[in-house]
């Protein structure tokens, strides 16, 4: 009793320890197909939610009625809810996990270690992090129907509101995602892992009663009408492979991750699972935990089984949460061989000391499975923070009432270049180019704007090319000239920044407005503040003073053709002293050069000034022209009136 105590308030330390570890996912918003997802409850009734959709892959209706409930009035979605919905059946399904193991025979340190590798299941991530998979809310739904069926069998005299409860569960977890059906078996299994059946007919007809009911509802599945193209019986061998991986998971689990383009070879990946898989099973059977380890074996296979037939590798490969019906099953395994039981035989006479130095050395092996699991899991928290924080600043931007907006260089997906596991894709799908821009601030506030993308891979190239991710662009490669064609069309652009660290960055880079009317433009009433060798007025310049940094808006009128080597000096520095700071370079963060600007337009671009750390308390100017970056030389500057201004330079303003 003191041991069982004991363990209980372990495995409360341990789901508030698995609650930590992913409350960062609360400030995750909406990614990859989010938007079409969560469209499907939008403007529904209750009635048409729980009909077949001919237009959808799926027959889920219980999934789309628990999507209603996160519906806003402004048909938004509320985000930070799904996340916290999310993050709570994973919690429920790690505490089923651990009873179940001890319904199971397992000790309560043990059924511990169960619920401990369910947590922190490095391929439960994508499953518990992102707010769209459906299998943490089946696994409850399902693992609850388990808990009541051995709260049925073992109440044999009042047994029948807890079957019926188990199998209300059961029906519910098949209509929230129907790969719960491969499970259905699992009673059946768990009669034969505790060696002994019920003396209640009704009882065992109820093991039984889930094989028929998932039967049932499968023949229904298939022929309700449905978008056809996405499911299919089929088996690729890369399959295999892939889901051996999360069998023997902390084998080949590296934190610091594989090198680019290294692998495993498939017969090596084989012969390693087929070792571990089988070492398990011979040394569990002398430890008396034989039949627990082959329930966990079934269930693992069991819960990829439906990926496994009727999943293209194509998908499978994107989507680790698919191992998340087979993590019970999987943490079975492990735990059961790496902490045997004390009370049967084992390898000879006097086996207690043996077996006691076992389950120390496999208390120890855990707690390593446990540092690395850690490890990966906050490896992929900061990969998503990354790219989900990027997403986050253009819902913002779209709430700033801009209509039309051009976006260049914004990711669709990105992964490390460094996975942490051989096979498949190990990264993070966040805008792709199937999905609308437009779509993610509609989901996340009710707001759509317009929005374009498009790509100039030659930006970043130098800190796309040294960071830690490899990433994929939205939208055609587009030169300049087109680019500003299509920035007539929007009001305002903004250019996805990269730096070598790894981090993004969404920079508004400017916007652009044609002439109203034919008539020539005359500097000396058309221009206001300073006009450059009769090529651009400077029309208006705002500094902004941010946090290590001086943020330049300013507003140019084309006058006339540049020269193919002019682009723009901003310089911060004391007067008659070289600069301490500047940004020079093209316009719109270096996208636009000026020999594409169309004179009688104004043109409106963002430029960034990055201060020194140590700023001496002196004030200095900030100083606006425009030069020949190949001869060095500074376009002409005077007043709209014909004065020269001195070096060739405006004066914007004084820090």
């Known amino acids: 009793m003191h041991r069982t105590r004991n363990s209980q308030f372990a495995m409360l330390f341990l789901l508030l320890a698995t609650a930590g570890l992913y409350a960062h996912a609360l400030d995750f918003g909406f990614i990859w197909d989010d938007p079409l997802w969560y469209s499907r409850v939008v403007g529904r009734s209750i009635s048409e939610l729980i009909r077949p959709m001919p237009d959808y892959h799926f027959y889920r209706p219980a999934l789309m009625l628990y999507n209603h409930l996160f519906l806003r009035p402004d048909n938004s979605l509320a985000a930070p809810m799904l ?122 007809w109820l093991a039984l009663a889930y094989p028929l009911i998932a039967g049932g509802f499968g023949l229904l599945w298939l022929r309700i009408p449905r978008e056809a193209g996405y499911t299919a019986l089929t088996f690729e061998k890369p399959i295999a492979l892939y889901f051996l991986q999360g069998l023997i998971f902390p084998l080949l689990g590296r934190t610091a991750g594989y090198e680019p383009g290294q692998t495993v070879a498939p017969g090596v990946l084989l012969a390693l699972a ?211 064609q299509l920035a007539h069309q929007m009001d305002a652009v903004y250019l996805s920044r990269y730096r070598l660290g790894g981090t993004f960055a969404l920079q508004r880079a400017g916007a652009v407005t044609s002439a109203l009317s034919a008539t020539p433009i005359d500097p000396a009433s058309d221009c206001r503040l300073a006009v450059f060798g009769q090529t651009l007025c400077l029309q208006a310049a705002q500094a902004d003073l941010q946090s290590g940094q001086l943020d330049l808006t300013l507003t140019w009128l084309s006058l006339s053709a540049a020269q193919p080597h002019d682009i723009i000096f901003a310089h911060l520095g004391l007067a008659g002293q070289p600069p301490i700071a500047q940004a020079d370079g093209d316009a719109w963060q270096g996208t636009l050069p000026l020999a594409v600007w169309q004179p009688g337009d104004t043109i409106r671009e963002q430029r960034t000034i990055s201060l020194p750390e140590q700023m001496p308390p002196d004030q200095y100017e900030i100083r606006i022209g425009v030069y020949n970056w190949v001869t060095g030389e500074r376009l002409p500057a005077t007043t709209p009136q014909g004065e020269s201004l001195p070096d060739n330079a405006y004066i914007a303003g004084s820090k």
């Open 274 to 484: 087929g070792l571990t898989l089988g070492g398990f099973l011979v040394a569990s059977w002398r430890t008396g935990r034989g039949r627990q380890v082959l329930l966990g074996l079934a269930w693992a296979l069991l819960g990829i089984a439906p990926s496994a037939v009727g999943l293209r590798y194509s998908y499978v490969s994107l989507g680790s949460r698919l191992f998340y019906y087979s993590s019970p099953g999987v943490a079975l395994l492990w735990a059961c061989v790496l902490l045997p039981g004390l009370e049967t035989g084992f390898f000879g006479k006097n086996p207690v000391s043996f077996r006691r130095l076992w389950r120390t050395g496999g208390a120890v092996l855990l707690g390593l499975i446990a540092l690395q699991s850690s490890l990966l899991l906050t490896g992929f928290q900061r990969m998503y923070t990354v790219g989900i924080a990027h997403l986050d600043e253009l819902i913002r931007v779209a709430q700033a009432g801009e209509a039309r907006m051009l976006f260049v260089n914004f990711p669709d997906r990105y992964a490390a270049k460094r996975p942490p596991y051989p096979l498949g894709y190990w990264g993070i799908t966040l805008a792709p180019a199937s999905v609308d821009l437009g779509a993610f601030p509609a989901i996340a506030t009710g707001q759509r704007p317009h929005t374009t993308s498009c790509s100039m891979p030659w930006i970043d190239i130098e800190a796309r090319d040294g960071g830690p991710y490899q990433i994929d662009l939205r939208g055609v490669i587009t030169p300049p000239d087109q680019l500003y």
């Open 83 to 204: 996340h916290a919905a999310q993050i709570g059946w994973h919690l429920l399904n790690v505490a089923l996990a651990y009873g179940l193991s001890c319904r199971l025979g397992l000790g309560g340190w043990t059924a511990l270690a169960v619920g401990g590798l369910v947590a922190w299941y490095p391929f439960s991530y994508q499953a518990v992090a992102w707010a769209a998979p459906a299998q943490p809310l089946a696994a409850a739904l399902q693992n609850g129907a388990w808990l009541a069926y051995f709260e049925a069998r073992r109440q044999q005299a009042g047994h029948r509101l807890a079957a019926g409860l188990s199998l209300l569960l059961f029906l519910a977890a098949l209509t929230v995602q129907e790969g719960a059906a491969a499970l259905a078996v699992l009673p059946l299994l768990m009669e034969w892992v505790l060696r002994r059946q019920s003396n209640s007919r009704a009882v065992r």
